[in-house]
């Protein structure tokens, strides 16, 4: 119970690996804030998390609103009265050769995965600032430290949160303020059918085969479950990473080994 007495805001907690978090991070003692677009989801992890003995609080939450990431932090301090660890989970997912990206595509990327990120972040340093203690976990992806032929503004989006880590944790590490990633490889969740799809499609091959390639490929030799990423983020939030800030923590089963 590492994190005993704190509270948590996971964004897109409803599902997948946000979800898989949340219910780690309340196993390890902490009180949760789903902030989450999808009711169902977010009723369904709110449960979950009463179920293992920890209060919880679901804010519908459009993470590329500032208004909504302001009243995420505001009911956040009023529920709890603090704002220990932050996790940016919410992201989204979206394949296309290089002259087929349009600005649109750019934009909605970019907007969850990069933008939402800063200014979710952003919108709780205050909080903890003042408490002069703060864990902050985002989640990059091995995307954002290599290339793609079909994947570009995902990629670079992932890249944006690896470099955002670096300068938010050298800004306010002297405040008490830790500020890591970790960067997932092959994740079985729904967003992973997505990912199959799209990406099968553009090299010719079906979804099954895709991901029969891409496990084949890892040197662990399995694809990755939600729960090997969530077991590495609440290490990042809790007390045994106390000395680890500004780190993008592979967590990909060898795929990327630097």
């Known amino acids: 119970m590492e994190l005993k007495g704190q509270a948590a805001i996971v964004t897109g907690a409803g599902r997948g690996i946000g979800r898989a978090i949340a219910l780690e991070l309340a196993r390890q003692g902490a009180d949760i804030v789903i902030a989450e677009m999808d009711h169902a989801g977010a009723k369904r992890t709110a449960g979950e998390v009463g ?21 995420m932090v505001d009911r956040a301090k009023a529920e709890f009265g603090r ?27 970019m907007n969850i995965n990069a933008k939402a990120v800063f200014f979710a972040t952003q919108a709780v340093l205050p909080v903890m600032i003042a408490q002069k203690s703060g864990a902050i976990v985002s989640l990059a992806s091995m995307a954002g430290k ?32 830790r500020v890591n990633c970790v960067c997932p490889g092959f994740v079985e969740t729904d967003m992973w059918s997505v990912v199959s799809r799209d990406q099968g499609k553009l090299l010719g091959m079906t979804p099954e085969e895709f991901t029969h390639q891409r496990a084949a490929s890892v040197p662990l ?38």
């Open 51 to 71: 179920a293992l003995g920890r209060r919880s609080l679901a804010v519908a939450t459009d993470v590329t609103s500032r208004a909504d990431l302001r009243a």
């Open 146 to 177: 290599i290339g793609s032929k079909t994947n570009l503004p995902y990629n670079a989006s992932k890249a944006a949160v690896v470099s955002m880590t670096k300068s938010l944790a050298l800004a306010h590490a002297g405040e008490g303020i």
């Open 83 to 109: 704002i220990d660890i932050l996790v940016n989970n919410a992201g989204i997912y979206k394949a296309a050769a290089t002259l087929d990206v349009t600005e649109d595509h750019w934009d909605a990327i």
């Open 221 to 258: 030799g399995r694809m990755e479950t939600p729960e090997d990423v969530a077991h590495v983020v609440a290490f990042l939030a809790g007390p045994r990473s106390g000395y680890m800030t500004g780190q993008a923590l592979s967590v990909d089963g060898g795929l990327v080994m630097h």
